[in-house]
C-alpha cells in the first residue's frame, strides 16, 4: 500500500498546476538535500530557498527521500571524492586554510571528507538534473499522461468510492 501512496504522490506532482521549471527546481534542490549530510549549513540554506521560492515542495520531499537513500550507498564514492579535493588537490590547500579561518564557513564541516566529496557531486549534477526532470515533466504531460489516464486499471481507481471521497477531500484543502 506505502508503495502505491508514493506512485500515486509522484503522478500528483507531475499532473499538479506547477510549472515544469517548478518542479525541477523543487527536485534539484531535495537531490542536494539528499545527497548531503543533513545538518550543514549549505542544507539550511537551501531549506530557506525552499520556503522563501516558489518550488514543488513534493518534489523535493521525494528527491531528498529517494536520493538519502542513496546517499548510503555512495559514502565510500563521496569519502574518496572528497578526500581528493581536501588532500590530493594541492593548489586548493591555501583556499581551505583561508576559507577555514571564517566562523561560518568552518562551522559548515567542509573540510569532512564525505560533506565535501557528496556536495561536490551534487553540484556538479544539479544542473543536469534539473534539465532532465524539466524535460521529463515536459514530455510525461504531452506524452505518457494520455496513455496513463487511459489504463483500465487508472480508469477503476477513478470511478472507486475512495477516489470520490480523496477528491472532496482535496476539494476542502483548496
Known amino acids: 500500500m506505502f508503495g502505491l501512496e508514493i506512485l500515486a504522490k509522484i503522478f500528483k506532482i ?9 518542479i525541477a527546481w523543487g527536485f534539484a534542490l531535495g537531490m542536494i538535500l539528499g545527497l548531503t549530510p543533513f545538518w550543514t549549513v549549505h ?12 518550488v514543488n515542495l513534493g518534489s523535493a520531499l ?3 527521500a529517494l536520493f538519502s537513500g542513496l546517499a548510503y550507498l555512495l559514502d565510500p564514492l563521496f569519502h574518496n571524492i572528497g578526500y ?6 594541492h593548489s586548493l590547500h591555501g583556499l581551505w ?7 561560518v564557513i568552518a562551522l559548515s564541516r567542509y573540510n569532512n ?8 557531486v551534487s553540484l556538479i549534477l544539479f544542473v543536469p538534473v534539473f534539465f532532465f526532470i524539466k524535460f521529463f515533466v515536459r514530455y510525461y504531460r504531452e506524452h505518457l499522461d494520455p496513455i496513463v489516464q487511459k489504463l483500465k486499471i487508472v480508469k477503476l481507481f477513478k470511478a472507486s468510492k475512495f477516489y ?7 476539494a476542502v484543502r483548496h
Open 43 to 54: 542544507n539550511m540554506l537551501i531549506i530557506l530557498i525552499l520556503i522563501i521560492f516558489n
Open 164 to 170: 470520490k471521497v480523496y477528491q472532496k477531500i482535496e
Open 97 to 103: 586554510t583561508a576559507l577555514y579561518q571564517f566562523p
Open 113 to 120: 571528507t564525505v560533506v565535501m566529496g557528496s556536495l561536490a
Open 14 to 22: 507531475l499532473r499538479s498546476e506547477d510549472s515544469p521549471n517548478q
Open 84 to 89: 581528493f579535493l581536501l588532500v590530493d588537490v
Open 62 to 64: 521525494f528527491a531528498f
